[in-house]
């Protein structure tokens, strides 16, 4: 069983930056497909950022430029660096941890950014 454990989030001012931590038990974590999804509320939750096992990327449009997922397989943490944050960047933000053999999906429990002056 794997579990997710996420740090970093909090209240920061419009222009700010946070950073998102996610590290993950388990030795399965080197082949797994990572990412951070948001949900805000009364939205559905969306994709923000994935990063690959062999460190490929891919961003959702409204973060491009500013947001910045890696990888550390030694610590088996993924990190989402958050510059220049909006107010609309507030949100619930979810860890996200899947493989293909065997095919499983993780979730972590979630950390609120909230982005206000």
């Known amino acids: 069983q794997v579990q997710l454990v996420e740090s970093g989030g909090g209240l920061v001012q419009p222009g700010g930056s946070l950073r998102l931590s996610c590290t993950a038990s388990?030795?399965?974590?080197?082949?797994?497909?990572l990412a951070w999804y948001r949900q805000a509320p009364g939205k559905e939750r969306e994709l923000v950022a994935a990063i690959s096992s062999n460190h490929n990327t891919n961003y959702a449009d409204s973060v491009k430029g500013r947001f910045l997922i890696s990888r550390d397989n030694v610590k088996n943490t993924v990190y989402l660096q958050m510059n220049s944050l909006k107010p609309e960047d507030t949100a619930v933000y979810y860890c996200?941890?899947?493989?293909?053999?065997?095919?499983?999906?993780?979730w972590g429990q979630g950390t609120q950014v909230t982005v206000s002056s």
């Open positions: 996200f941890l899947g493989t293909l053999i065997p095919a499983k999906v993780y």
């Open positions: 388990g030795s399965i974590f080197s082949v797994a497909a």
